[in-house]
Every structure is written in structure tokens, then in C-alpha cells.
């Protein structure tokens, strides 16, 4: 796989934008402000891993997508707590539910979500077939 230069993929560039965009918004008043800086030690560490990873090991850019729409989840979650963030109070009304349930949102899409990249770094890594790594990397 040839590596394609940052200053070239318009797509990985607009989705490191949206995520510093994120960011910043996220970092605007967050409910407990100690408590953001600790949770978004996840979202620093993985985004440094990522960039430091990059010419080494670049991902697709459905990967970097599916990446980003995990750690925007994560910045959301880190602003408000998890178990005070709007959306699961919406879903909470709106299905009856006993608390608000954003918390297993984010742990169900981090499950969902870097499966695909798993996948990757399994068939350039390990030589597993194709068609066996839709499987493998779901379990």
C-alpha cells in the first residue's frame, strides 16, 4: 500500500478539522472540568498515535472516518459526563428508560466502530485471508 502525503488527502485533512473543531467546542465550559482533562486523555493519546503511526502504518480513509466519529462521540461524552450528556437524556425520555443510557452508546461504538480498522491492521499484519477477517475481527 503507497503512502499518501497529509497535504494531499483533502479527506483526512477535513476530518482532522471536524475533530479539532469538536474539540475545541468540547473544551468551551464543560461540566466538571477536571473530569474532561482526565477523559480526554483516551482522545490525546490515540490522535498522538495516530499522527506518530502515520507513515509507518496508514489506515483507509473509511478507518480515519470511523476513528474520528468514535473520539467525537468520546468529546461529547467527556463535556457533559456521560451520564449527564443530552442525547442519552433525549433517548431516555424517549424510550422510557430508567437512566441515561449514553455510556453504552459509546462502549457499543467503540466495539462497532474500529472493527474496520482492526480489520486492517490484521491483513497487513498477519496475513489472514480476506474473507476470514470480516469474521476475526468482530470477535
Given at each position: 500500500?503507497?503512502?499518501?502525503?497529509?497535504?494531499?488527502?483533502?479527506?483526512?485533512?477535513?476530518?482532522?478539522?471536524?475533530?479539532?473543531?469538536?474539540?475545541?467546542?468540547?473544551a468551551?465550559?464543560?461540566?466538571y472540568?477536571?473530569?474532561w482533562?482526565?477523559?480526554?486523555?483516551?482522545?490525546?493519546?490515540?490522535?498522538?498515535?495516530?499522527?506518530?503511526?502515520?507513515?509507518?502504518?496508514?489506515?483507509s480513509?473509511?478507518?480515519?472516518?470511523?476513528?474520528?466519529?468514535?473520539?467525537?462521540?468520546?468529546?461529547?461524552?467527556?463535556?457533559?459526563?456521560?451520564?449527564?450528556?443530552?442525547?442519552?437524556?433525549?433517548l431516555?425520555?424517549?424510550?422510557?428508560?430508567e437512566?441515561?443510557?449514553y455510556?453504552?452508546?459509546?462502549?457499543?461504538?467503540?466495539?462497532?466502530?474500529?472493527?474496520?480498522?482492526?480489520?486492517?491492521?490484521?491483513?497487513?499484519?498477519?496475513?489472514?485471508?480476506?474473507?476470514?477477517s470480516?469474521?476475526?475481527?468482530?470477535?
Amino acid at each position: 500500500m503507497s503512502i499518501e502525503p497529509f497535504r494531499s488527502n483533502r479527506v483526512l485533512q477535513a476530518l482532522v478539522l471536524w475533530l479539532i473543531a469538536v474539540w475545541i467546542i468540547t473544551a468551551i465550559k464543560p461540566l466538571y472540568p477536571r473530569d474532561w482533562l482526565l477523559e480526554n486523555l483516551l482522545v490525546f493519546i490515540w490522535s498522538a498515535l495516530l499522527v506518530f503511526t502515520y507513515r509507518r502504518f496508514q489506515f483507509s480513509n473509511l478507518a480515519y472516518g470511523l476513528f474520528v466519529v468514535f473520539l467525537s462521540l468520546h468529546l461529547a461524552g467527556a463535556h457533559y459526563t456521560y451520564s449527564e450528556t443530552p442525547f442519552g437524556f433525549w433517548l431516555q425520555d424517549w424510550f422510557g428508560l430508567e437512566r441515561n443510557h449514553y455510556d453504552r452508546i459509546v462502549h457499543f461504538a467503540f466495539g462497532l466502530l474500529l472493527a474496520y480498522p482492526m480489520r486492517e491492521i490484521m491483513l497487513r499484519t498477519s496475513g489472514l485471508k480476506p474473507s476470514w477477517s470480516y469474521f476475526i475481527s468482530l470477535n
